[in-house]
């Protein structure tokens, strides 16, 4: 049986987190008392601080390139997958992308495009911060 998933409903993945945590506070709680409920809170503080520290150093790096540039326009078309975070794109691109807002878009996606030296775009479409849809135009 396969689950469908969880980025198509927000509010269940809220939910479920939500359950995951709670249950980890039960349980660090009846084995360790109050202490592993100071050491549960602990890890989860040390795994938010990792993420916001990792997210920092990609948006630092992304502030020393031009707005929607990139190497190489085909590798980065190559190196997509479906369902990456924006935030790994902008790691493989090292710049942030110029927003594309265009009639054919729809109001939950966004559309970025990244242009390298041969003129050579790649134009992704992230719904709810997951790539959707990419591709790749060349002069």
Request: hydrophobic share 50%; proline share 5%.
């Amino acid at each position: 049986m396969q689950f469908p998933p969880l980025q198509k409903y927000p509010v269940l993945t809220r939910a479920v987190v939500l359950l995951v945590l709670a249950g980890i506070g039960v349980m660090a709680y009846r084995a360790y008392g109050w202490g592993g409920i100071a050491l549960a809170t602990g890890g989860l503080v040390m795994w938010v601080l990792m993420h916001m520290s990792r997210m920092l150093v990609v948006l630092r790096r992304t502030t020393q390139r031009p707005v929607g540039t990139v190497a190489s326009a085909v590798m980065l078309h190559a190196r997509l997958a479906r369902g990456m975070a924006l935030l790994q794109v902008l790691a493989l691109t090292q710049a942030l992308g110029q927003r594309v807002d265009d009639a054919d878009t729809p109001p939950d996606h966004e559309s970025y495009l990244w242009t390298d030296a041969s003129q050579a775009t790649v134009r992704c479409s992230f719904a709810h911060g997951k790539l959707v849809h990419w591709e790749l135009q060349r002069p």
